[in-house]
């Protein structure tokens, strides 16, 4: 992770200078962010479904709200949100002279509610078997898992990269450091891992390996070890 955080510095830093090469790759990421749970979520629901039958689990009617939080929809949606107007903004920093930014905006709206309720169909427990033969078969279920776990590994290096960047992470009191890393790693957590954490929330080992995952994040910003200590 480290090595992935200096090399999206790189690529982000030239594209606040217009590489247009790097803002091509920003793009990419960005998009990356939006499409692949999208896709995890198709590739990967009947299997899941299916696994947590054989292990003789109940599912409740309103499976779709994973850990009984009704809120849960509508942080998914507004960091998609964020993400759509970075997006947007590539896109007319690519192309000044179109109306790429504002058009991609406007689809990304209603593209962004049917994302959501696409994700969150995942938890509710299929009627019937998916028509198409793909889908029942197990690569299936392992392209899904690399298209979500891709999408984890996007936002892992957007919550490190952020936690560089952003000011208030390096300066302040420990509780003015603490409080919005609280924030902000419930939110990458909430949508890049919400397919995982569904399955796994229950195990002692998934909390041991979030706090691995996010042990570096934690001690740089809460011990307040700026952005010039990852780039040495």
């Given at each position: 992770m480290r090595l992935l955080i200096k090399l999206f510095?790189?690529?982000?830093?030239?594209a606040s200078d217009g590489d247009v090469i790097a803002r091509s790759a920003s793009l990419l990421f960005y998009l990356g962010l939006l499409v692949l749970p999208s896709l995890g979520a198709i590739l990967k629901r009947w299997h899941y479904h299916q696994r947590i039958?054989?292990?003789?689990?109940?599912?409740?009617?309103d499976g779709w709200l994973p850990f009984?939080?009704?809120?849960?929809?509508f942080?998914?949606?507004?960091v998609n949100m964020f993400i759509t107007l970075a997006v947007s903004l590539t896109l007319l920093e690519l192309f000044p002279d179109s109306q790429a930014g504002g058009a991609f905006l406007l689809f990304g709206i209603p593209y962004n509610i049917f994302q959501m309720i696409?994700?969150?169909?995942?938890?509710?427990?299929?009627?019937?078997?998916?028509?198409s033969k793909f889908l029942r078969?197990?690569?299936?279920?392992?392209?899904?898992?690399?298209?979500i776990f891709l999408n984890v590994i996007f936002y892992q290096v957007l919550l490190n990269w952020a936690t560089v960047i952003y000011p208030g992470f390096h300066e302040g009191k420990f509780i003015d450091r603490f409080?919005?890393?609280?924030?902000l790693v419930l939110l990458m957590y909430i949508a890049g891992r919400i397919f995982f954490l569904a399955e796994d929330i229950r195990h002692p080992r998934t909390w041991l390996t979030i706090l691995l995952a996010n042990s570096v994040v934690i001690i740089r910003?809460?011990?307040s070890i700026g952005s010039h200590a990852l780039t040495k």
């Open positions: 510095l790189v690529i982000f830093r030239r039958k054989m292990r003789g689990e109940s599912e409740d009617a009984g939080c009704i809120f849960l929809p942080v998914y949606l507004a696409l994700v969150f169909r995942y938890f509710s427990p299929p009627k019937q078997k998916p028509k078969d197990p690569r299936s279920d392992i392209l899904g898992d690399a298209c409080i919005p890393l609280i924030v910003t809460l011990f």
